[in-house]
């Protein structure tokens, strides 16, 4: 598997918009989580990379799409309609399960990127 490497995370206003990209060779479902000061880890969005089937947090739907280019071997998050909620540590995880119980619990994923900052501001 490659290593997790998140790129794209920045400062935006509120409204704004955000392209998260991390590697996906190897694995079968990833996810994107994301960790406030003070605030336990949680899950954002997770994707089998087979079927493409996707899971979100409610607090984002219609909001963020997480998506994969098979061509360049790349998981997205596009976030849009960007809120100072979101403002976080968001990290890119990973299995080579073929299945899970439960696709945004964080000790589904035992693989996981070092996290790159979204700050929204108002």
């Known amino acids: 598997q490659v290593e997790l490497v998140e790129s794209g995370g920045g400062s935006v206003q509120v409204g704004g918009s955000l392209t998260l990209s991390c590697p996906t060779s190897g694995y079968t479902c990833m996810a994107w989580f994301r960790q406030s000061p003070g605030q336990e880890r949680t899950g954002v969005a997770a994707i089998y990379l087979g079927n493409g089937n996707t899971y979100y947090t409610d607090s984002v739907k219609g909001r963020f799409t997480i998506s994969q280019d098979n061509a360049k071997n790349t998981l997205y998050l596009q976030m849009n309609s960007l809120k100072p909620e979101d403002t976080a540590m968001y990290y890119c995880?990973?299995?080579?399960?073929?299945?899970?119980?439960?696709?945004?619990?964080?000790?589904?994923?035992?693989?996981w990127g070092q996290g790159t900052q979204v700050t929204v501001s108002s």
């Open positions: 995880t990973a299995t080579t399960a073929s299945t899970l119980l439960t696709q945004m619990a964080p000790g589904s994923y035992p693989y």
